[in-house]
């Protein structure tokens, strides 16, 4: 062993005296408060949906809708604060970013009109063939799986839609290819097909929805698609929601993607 492996040993050790505190309860107290006062607070507005309350489980965007308190843990907190954070940081570098879309229709069974809504991060061109490329920025915990798999059904389906309401709005009809860009220890972009039918399939889900919200029953509604969305990380409802939500089956006939 040379000196400078001793070195570089003897540099890990703990001191004597030292302690090692390993867990986000040991945050300390401003910031656990900064990060659960810096929850977005988007409003409920009524017969308004947002694309990324349909995309999900709609039983969660339903407890949501009911007035439900967010009862994400620190770990469910520090992913949306990441990604809020970098939103807010990299979007203004690129012309075109933060551009909300509207769709809006009216079904037979109600009265009101109904408006669904987007906003995309940014575009780019696509550096060697020079396409514009409409972008989603995602930063998941760790992009292990990411690698092998790529984006899966819930972030492709958020910028295929994106994309489905800009061109029925005639906005940006020179883009015709959307990425999701995943950011952690390492970059995964996934190039996602476009695919247009993917706005009919978000309005099917948004009508059941309305329609839950109007007769007060989510369970008409599909429960989670994903194992991971009813973990504490991800539903916001409370234990007692989690464990209730469980008990209704799954309504397997709900317009999926
Ligand atoms: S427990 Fe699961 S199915 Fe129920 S609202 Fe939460 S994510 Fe959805």
């Known amino acids: 062993m040379t000196n400078n492996e001793v070195d570089w040993v003897d540099a890990n050790k703990p001191q004597e005296g030292s302690k090692i ?45 009911m007035g439900g308190k967010n009862d994400f843990d620190l770990a469910g907190l520090w992913n949306i604060y990441r990604g809020n954070t970098f939103d807010k940081k990299w979007s203004p570098l690129f012309e075109h970013n933060q551009v909300t879309f509207k769709s809006e229709r009216k079904h037979p069974e109600f009265e009101d009109l109904i408006t669904l809504t987007g906003t995309l991060d940014f575009i780019w061109v696509d550096e060697s063939s ?6 989603d920025l995602k930063m998941p915990k760790n992009v292990f799986y990411k690698k092998q798999y790529g984006a899966g059904k819930f972030y492709k389906g958020q910028v295929q839609t994106y994309l489905a309401m800009a061109h029925e709005n005639g906005e940006y009809t020179d883009v015709h290819r959307c990425r999701v860009l995943m950011l952690a220890d390492d970059l995964v972009i996934e190039e996602v097909p476009e695919r247009p039918e993917m706005l009919d399939i978000m309005w099917e889900r948004t009508f059941l929805f309305h329609k839950s919200l109007k007769d007060k029953n989510p369970n ?38």
């Open 130 to 135: 020079l396409d514009k490329v409409l972008y």
């Open 21 to 65: 505190l390993v867990g986000l309860e040991y945050l300390p107290t401003p910031i656990k408060t900064h990060l659960r006062n810096n929850m977005s607070k988007r409003p409920s507005i009524k017969n308004v949906y947002h694309v990324t309350e349909i995309l999900y489980c709609l039983r969660k965007a339903y407890w949501k809708r």
């Open 220 to 257: 008409i509604l599909r429960g989670a698609e994903a194992e991971w969305e009813c973990g504490e990380r991800f539903c916001p409802g409370s234990v007692e929601w989690r464990l209730t939500c469980k008990q209704y089956p799954i309504n397997e006939g709900f317009p999926t993607y």
